[in-house]
């Protein structure tokens, strides 16, 4: 008669190390399909609002790059926007932001806190990407001395997520104008700094009066990373400023990404 074998603590450990690692592999499995899933959805529903209510009329990639003073102040990338169409889909649209150079051309929300929309679609689903909006505490429609808008900075690169691309183009002088685009008119923003930040840094200064604008416009160039601005803002006359901001680094952290832009031009939008 055989004896029956023993079973050891290496005989466990062998048959455990195998199974754990094919539980790990499906668990991290599932959190990938999932997050590829959400931001499959939000890719989908965004690229659907461009297709159906974004549509660029005029040729984007070279109307910047001249470099010159007239087109520097007088070009506009000309956009087809179905503003009522937008403001149907969801009462809290305020505005489209465009920024050719990154590809990147959402509409913006305003809603009364910075909650709404951190997982919050434009279309009112909940997803982990959220929307592109507006600092409730700022005056609407752009009237403050300096105007947030907060994106989530996604692995794939949808909202804010190219945002630090601007770094790899740090010494390129050209296409560094974002566009913000309302109802009545356009506005033309020229980036002038970006850089890396925290939560609670000045960067997120509540800019109230002109010596409190002289010294955050100070602490934005002496901050930033950009080295291809030419200094051709005169921040003497104080233009209103827009700053974009985004998540960087390990999720929960505390580090923020911020681009500034001044305002050097606008349009009427009839």
């Known amino acids: 008669m055989s004896e029956k074998k023993k079973i050891t603590f290496g005989t466990i450990i062998f048959y455990m190390i195998p199974l754990a690692a094919l539980s790990a592999a499906l668990f991290f499995g599932y959190l990938f399909l999932k997050d590829y899933l959400q931001y499959k959805q939000a890719e989908d529903e ?6 159906g209510y974004i549509k660029e009329v005029s040729d984007t990639s070279d109307g910047d790059r001249a470099d010159d003073d007239l087109s520097r102040l007088n070009y506009f990338p000309e956009l087809n926007i179905d503003y009522a169409g937008l403001k149907a889909k969801n009462p809290d649209f305020a ?4 920024i050719p150079t990154l590809m990147i051309k959402y509409p913006v929300v305003y809603s009364k806190d910075n909650e709404d929309y951190l997982h919050r679609t434009y279309e009112g689903n909940y997803n982990f ?3 592109i909006f507006y600092d409730y505490l700022c005056e609407k429609d752009f009237a403050g001395y300096n ?8 692995k794939n690169g949808s909202m804010f997520g190219k945002l630090k691309k601007l770094q790899d183009m740090a010494d390129d002088t050209y296409n560094k104008y974002f566009y913000v685009y309302t109802e ?7 980036i002038f700094s970006f850089y890396q930040t925290s939560v609670g840094s000045e ?3 509540d800019v109230t009066d002109e010596k409190v604008y002289d010294s955050y416009i100070n602490y934005c160039l002496r901050n930033s990373c950009y080295k291809g601005y030419k200094k051709d803002i005169d921040f003497a006359d104080r233009p209103d400023i827009v700053t974009l901001s985004t998540c960087t680094g390990p999720a929960g952290g505390t580090e923020r990404f911020v681009v500034h832009g001044a305002l050097i031009a606008k349009k009427l939008n009839f």
Not at 46 to 51: G, K, V
């Open 95 to 98: 505005c489209i932001l465009y």
């Open 147 to 154: 105007t947030f808008l907060y994106g989530h900075n996604m």
């Open 203 to 205: 960067a997120y200064t």
């Open 184 to 190: 009545d008119k356009v506005r033309k923003y020229e």
């Open 46 to 51: 965004y690229a659907s609002l461009n297709e």
């Open 129 to 131: 990407s959220g929307s």
